[in-house]
């Protein structure tokens, strides 16, 4: 059930797993669902998706993780729309290294 081949969109990295990790939290909701948030423009990274169709879990850390059972959309409104193929997939935000500060920083969408 995995495709090899994940999903950038934008800020968001969609990974794929060869399967889900143990002890993860099940995450409820009702339509569609939201990946990330930009934190300056409120601009969302969303699935088009259905419970049926996408499985939403999170770990300890707060990390999400997919079960998609059917190809669906990944949406926003500056990066268009890209199709997620059926798989397991961690969800990542893309991180850049502050030379300065020393640090890891998010990127701010």
Known sequence: MN?????????VD???????????KKVEYRKDFVLAEGETTG???KLLCEPETVD???DEQGRYFLNVK?????????HGTKTVLPGFYVREI???YDVFEEELERVID
């Not at 495709?3 to 800020?11: E, L, M, Q, S, V």
């Not at 969609?14 to 993860?24: F, K, R």
């Not at 059917?70 to 500056?78: G, L, R, S």
């Open 56 to 58: 939403v879990y999170q």
């Open 94 to 96: 893309e991180e850049e």
């Open 14 to 24: 969609l990974i794929p797993l060869n399967s889900l990790p143990e002890n993860l």
């Open 43 to 45: 601009h969302k990274h």
């Open 70 to 78: 059917q190809p669906v959309e990944i949406t926003h409104e500056e």
């Open 3 to 11: 495709n090899k081949k994940g999903a950038r969109h934008g800020d």
